[in-house]
């Protein structure tokens, strides 16, 4: 009777953890837009939303995952990203923005990549956050849908009632594409034809933003998913690639040479390539820690630069306006400095390295699981064009989807997870009976 009572409890918490969980993504992503709360809440406040469910689960399974072989590598690389960004604050040149900034960075990233960790570990949690996409997608479509009808279209700013800018709001529909994609292959037929509908919709959203990078970053994860389905096809395609990655380098500035600045489009291209010279240039101060996350004042590096593109009369004036180097990549050498980024893509790379041995050595569950990289290949692709993680929407799906990742295919059983749970429940029984 007693085991009875502490199973029941055990599940109903967490349960109760889970919907936490669930609902702060529901939060971040549907309501910390600019044209929503984004402009209310404070930044710790934004914070709170995702350190609630972190610390439920905290104080009852921390010693158990810390203490876990299979993920101290994880673990120590996410202890070692917690220690760098407070260090980066303290060396910023703008400690006060850097401050605020790496709260909500940290909070909707790597707070909620442990919280997913531990809490999405098998086949039905997995599930289960495969159909929160499939809400949050069906939700994003229909109201950035009806939202760009009922103002007539004609703008790509019309769709970005979410994000506040249609590029994230690409980004974010790429992310929540997981929960169709993930339920196609055991989902009921009228399901999977709402799925189709929905990933339908959402590329017609995404070609309405009127932005280069998201066709490409979708283009690019449907070239992934051929080179899944087909490797000999995939082979080519990814042969192709390469070759223009090798030869692109070799021809530098000349195929951007006929590019008028005068033309808006053109003038967002040559910008971006200008960023890259003039980013290596801020890089070289400071090498290691970075300026600091988000400080806001990039054009003070403006006075020493030589320009690579001299006939670019508007780059200085646009990199005071915009204060961001355009590009995730860029923004964590720059920003978050050397030592943090190498550690950020070693963390992503053991992580997605770990879980394709995994799914490979399932071969049942391969067709299956595979799928849920091909969001995260879109958003790679798609972080060269914008800093896509300054968005806490997309900072929360993405690090949110790397802790199932991490998590997948765990040594410990159903059951025996709540294990330091369950000793604390034994212990109040057994003061009752006393």
């Excluded at 992503?29 to 689960?57: D, E, H, Y």
């Excluded at 202890?79 to 605020?100: I, K, M, P, Q, T």
């Amino acid at each position: 009777m007693w085991v009875q009572k502490k199973n029941v409890v055990q599940g109903s918490y967490e349960q109760v953890v889970r919907w936490a969980f669930g609902g702060s993504g529901a939060f971040t992503v549907l309501l910390q837009s600019p044209q929503f709360l984004g402009k209310t809440l404070t930044s710790w406040a934004k914070a709170w939303v995702c350190l609630i469910p972190w610390l439920l689960l905290w104080a009852l399974f921390s010693h158990r995952v810390i203490t876990n072989k299979e993920h101290r590598l994880e673990i120590c690389l996410s202890g070692a990203v917690l220690l760098l960004a407070f260090l980066n604050v303290f060396c910023s040149d703008n400690a006060r923005e850097s401050y605020y900034s790496i709260i909500g960075f940290l909070s909707s990233g790597i707070i909620v990549f442990w919280t997913s960790l531990l809490l999405v570990r098998d086949e039905p949690q997995r599930h289960w956050f495969t159909r929160l996409c499939f809400l949050l997608l069906a939700v994003v479509v229909v109201v950035d849908g009806l939202f760009f009808l009922a103002q007539g279209g004609g703008s790509p700013y019309f769709v970005s009632l979410f994000t506040g800018n249609p590029i994230p709001e690409g980004t974010l529909i790429i992310l929540l594409s997981l929960g169709p994609l993930g339920l196609m292959g055991d989902a009921e037929t009228k399901w999977k034809a709402v799925g189709w509908l929905l990933l339908l919709l959402g590329f017609v959203l995404i070609l309405l933003t009127e932005r280069r990078g998201t066709v490409v970053a979708a283009t690019v994860m449907l070239l992934a998913w051929v080179f899944h389905r087909q490797p000999r096809w995939g082979g080519v395609l990814l042969a192709g690639f390469l070759a223009l990655a090798v030869i692109l380098p070799f021809r530098g500035w000349a195929p951007f040479k006929p590019l008028d600045q005068n033309v808006p489009s053109h003038f967002n291209i040559l910008h971006r390539l200008e960023l890259y010279p003039f980013a290596w240039h801020v890089f070289r101060g400071h090498p290691l820690l970075g300026i600091g996350f988000r400080p806001h004042n990039l054009d003070s590096y403006l006075a020493g630069y030589q320009q690579h593109n001299k006939e670019l009369a508007n780059f200085a004036s646009t990199v005071k306006e915009k204060t961001t180097l355009d590009n995730m990549y860029l923004t964590a050498c720059v920003e978050l400095g050397s030592l943090m980024t190498f550690v950020y893509v070693g963390l992503i790379g053991t992580i997605i390295v770990r879980y394709l041995r995994r799914i490979k050595l399932k071969s049942d569950l391969r067709r299956d699981e595979w799928v849920r990289l091909l969001p995260l290949v879109g958003l790679m692709v798609h972080s060269f064009t914008y800093d896509s993680l300054t968005y806490p929407q997309i900072n929360w799906l993405f690090h949110a989807q790397l802790g199932i990742l991490a998590g997948f295919q765990s040594p410990w059983q159903k059951g025996r997870d709540l294990d330091h749970f369950g000793k604390k429940f034994d212990d109040v029984g057994n003061l009752l009976k006393k």
